[in-house]
């Protein structure tokens, strides 16, 4: 069982930056890839970003170049840095862990990232 908090989100302007964090606790966190993702309003949750246990990383072509996904195992904790952020990015971004050993899912209960215009 894993357990996962996010922190990090806000409102912003567009142009600017944020960093969310996604602490997780109950289990051994290398033994996960981590993901972000996000839930705008009236729409699907959609990938924006993973990284797996060796640190290979994946991106949403909508955020690519913008946003870096990283991970410190030391520290149970995976991060979003999200750069030149613009209003459609606004969205509750959520945490994923998937375990590399059953493909089970954990999820945290989302951070809410606003972007005004």
């Known amino acids: 069982q894993v357990q996962l908090v996010e922190s990090g989100g806000g409102l912003v302007q567009a142009g600017g930056s944020l960093r969310l964090s996604c ?28 990284i797996t246990s060796g640190s290979y990383t994946n991106y949403a072509d909508s955020v690519k170049g913008r946003f870096a996904i990283s991970r410190d195992n ?36 989302g951070t809410l990232v606003t972007v005004s215009s």
């Open 23 to 50: 602490l997780a606790s109950g289990s051994i966190f290398s033994l996960f890839s981590m993901g972000w993702y996000r839930q705008a309003p009236g729409k699907q949750r959609e990938l924006v970003a993973t």
């Open 74 to 109: 030391a520290k149970n904790t995976a991060y979003l840095r999200m750069n030149s952020l613009k209003p459609e990015d606004t969205a509750v971004y959520y945490c994923n862990a998937r375990s590399i050993l059953n493909g089970m899912d954990y999820w945290g209960k």
